[in-house]
């Protein structure tokens, strides 16, 4: 068969989808506080019902162009920010009484309880981004889980960082943080051009996960791995040969903790995919529809 001249583009076998609307939500977390959600409900019949966790300091936003394809293909797709960031962050942080487990027992489990009022009886995915794959144990409602995706998600250890990041994070850690946190009573991240803006109590959580060679687990001892341990969900762990913060390490090390699920992992070099790059948010990037959503993420979300 003779090859396309290069000026004419070659048909995906996927065509762009329409764009989905999406429903603006007020969601009130465990303990009342209001968090920022949205809903991207599918045109088409419904198969499926997913949450995007995010990354540390990524606003939901960041998340739209998964969630619309994800509505396309007939899931139900919702995304969201922590409290104290993105469009739930309401005025100073000073003072707010937050950190990365109460996010998850707080904020994360209201917003999945909310998106499975409104899907009864579908099955039910997380695609955790980095500390979104992390924080899963912390959410009791992970039972109620079909599946689970991880994004570029590995234990923080900051000496298993890949090593572009491990030879300036020490600075963040050992003296940036502390020293910021302390004088500003929060984590003035956009000031620094570093990670972004965060609760006192999320950077300090943080940084001591981040300087244990066990992450949470060695920070929180034996009841944080028995946490880790209870999360029977398969996971499919997607990771990235140019992920800029994770190493391979990283990601064998944070996997290994869900002892008693299924978990797959799947390293991928962005040549096998036919993209230039990929690396720690590529993923989410409109670009990466077909390479990787169409041809990786369907599957792995086992849609009947």
Request: charged share 20%.
């Amino acid at each position: 068969m003779a090859a396309l001249p290069r000026d004419v583009p070659r048909r995906s076998p996927h065509p762009a989808p329409p764009p989905a609307a999406f429903r603006a939500l007020e969601i009130a977390a465990v303990d009342g506080h209001p968090i920022a959600a949205r809903h991207f409900a599918p045109p088409v019949p419904a198969r499926g019902a997913a949450l995007i966790v995010p990354a540390m300091a990524v606003p939901q936003t960041f998340y739209e162009p998964l969630a619309r394809w994800l509505a396309s293909i007939g899931v139900h797709a919702v995304t969201f920010d922590y409290r104290g960031t993105g469009l739930s962050r309401r005025g100073s942080l000073r003072g707010l009484a937050a950190d990365i487990v109460s996010w998850a027992q707080l904020d994360v489990t209201a917003v999945l309880r909310a998106l499975q009022d409104v899907t009864p009886g579908l099955p039910l995915t997380w695609i955790g981004h980095s500390l979104g794959g992390q924080i899963i144990p912390f959410a009791p409602d992970h039972r109620e889980l079909a599946r689970v995706v991880t994004v570029a998600t590995g234990a923080g250890y900051w000496r298993e960082n890949a090593p572009a990041l491990r030879r300036k994070v020490w600075l963040l850690w050992y003296l940036v943080a502390p020293v910021a946190t302390s004088l500003f009573g929060y984590f003035p991240g956009k000031r620094l051009g570093m990670v972004g803006d965060l609760p006192a109590g999320v950077i300090r959580q943080w940084r001591t996960w981040c300087l244990d060679p066990e992450y949470a687990v060695g920070a929180g001892g034996p009841a944080v791995r028995e946490l880790y341990a209870r999360v029977t969900a398969p996971i499919t762990a997607l990771s990235f040969t140019d992920d800029e913060m994770m190493s391979a390490r990283n990601t064998v090390s944070l996997h290994g903790h869900y002892a008693r699920a299924p978990v797959e992992l799947r390293r991928i070099d962005p040549a096998e995919v036919g993209m230039a790059r990929i690396g720690h948010f590529g993923f989410f990037r409109p670009d990466a529809r077909e390479p990787l959503w169409e041809r990786v993420l369907r599957p792995a979300l086992a849609l009947r």
